[in-house]
Nanobody, 119 residues
Framework: QVQLVESGGGLVQAGGSLRLSCAAS????????MGWYRQAPGKQRELVAG???????NYADSVKGRFTISRDNAKNTVYLQMNSLKPEDTAVYYC?????????????WGQGTQVTVSS
């Protein structure tokens, strides 16, 4: 059973930085993509950033230039460096991992970590 454990959330003032970590219970080589999603109260969960096994990355327009996703295969960990945080970044952040084993696709989620940005 795959487990994803997030850490690094917390309370920060606007303009500050946080780094989220997502540690996987096994090798992240097995995942086709990994990413970070967020969900604010009353809103749908949205993709923040993703990274493929080939280390291609993609970002939501709202975080481009401020957030950076990276992966450390040796530590089976994916990171989200968040700089210049804004109050609208406040949300629960979830780690996601996808494994494709045709014809099946497996989706795994962490438990979430709260990020609160005060103005």
């Amino acid at each position: 059973q795959v487990q994803l454990v997030e850490s690094g959330g917390g309370l920060v003032q606007a303009g500050g930085s946080l780094r989220l970590s997502c540690a996987a219970s096994g090798s992240i080589f097995s995942f086709n993509t990994m990413g970070w999603y967020r969900q604010a109260p009353g809103k749908q969960r949205e993709l923040v950033a993703g990274v493929t096994s080939g280390v291609s990355t993609n970002y939501a327009d709202s975080v481009k230039g401020r957030f950076t996703i990276s992966r450390d295969n040796a530590k089976n960990t994916v990171y989200l460096q968040m700089n210049s945080l804004k109050p609208e970044d406040t949300a629960v952040y979830y780690c996601n991992a996808v494994r494709v084993a045709n014809p099946l696709t497996y989706n795994y989620w962490g438990q979430g970590t709260q990020v609160t940005v005060s103005s």
